[in-house]
């Protein structure tokens, strides 16, 4: 993060704090990455998540009380591992109304779903 010219995404990453894989971020990693402008798109990989999809919505709500929730995507990893937490895309309806059951805003699902990848890809594509 000290080189990097513009911001970066993690793009299939998780929090460490909530489970104990390689492949998550440290918070201090997290804190960093969203400090230059970046987002961490969350997987579905039960090996990331630590279990279920009520473990995946934990992680999305450790990433807003670390970064915010303009720095948390979707990275899903669907094709990458054997029974995701959800099965495939046409799971994001059901995401999404376990998110705004937990009290999320529609705000912040826009947010998660889609605007905080295009923002970045914004910032960070050539026009």
């Known amino acids: 993060m000290r080189v990097a010219t513009k911001p970066v995404f993690a793009s299939h990453s998780n929090f460490r704090a909530l489970c104990d894989h390689p492949r998550n971020l440290t918070d201090e990693q997290a804190e ?7 987002v961490i798109c ?18 999305y709500f450790h990433g807003v009380e670390l970064v915010g929730e303009k720095a948390l995507g979707l990275g899903s990893d669907f094709d990458g591992c054997k029974n995701p937490v959800l099965p495939d895309a046409s799971a994001f309806p059901q995401l999404a109304q376990v998110l ?6 529609s705000s912040a699902l826009k947010s998660l779903f889609h605007a905080n990848l295009l923002r970045y890809f914004r910032k960070i594509l050539p026009e």
């Open 32 to 38: 960093a990455i969203a400090e230059k402008g970046g």
């Open 42 to 59: 969350l997987n579905f990989v039960p090996a990331f998540v630590g279990g279920d999809l009520a473990q995946f919505v934990r992680h």
């Open 100 to 105: 705004r059951q937990s009290g999320v805003s």
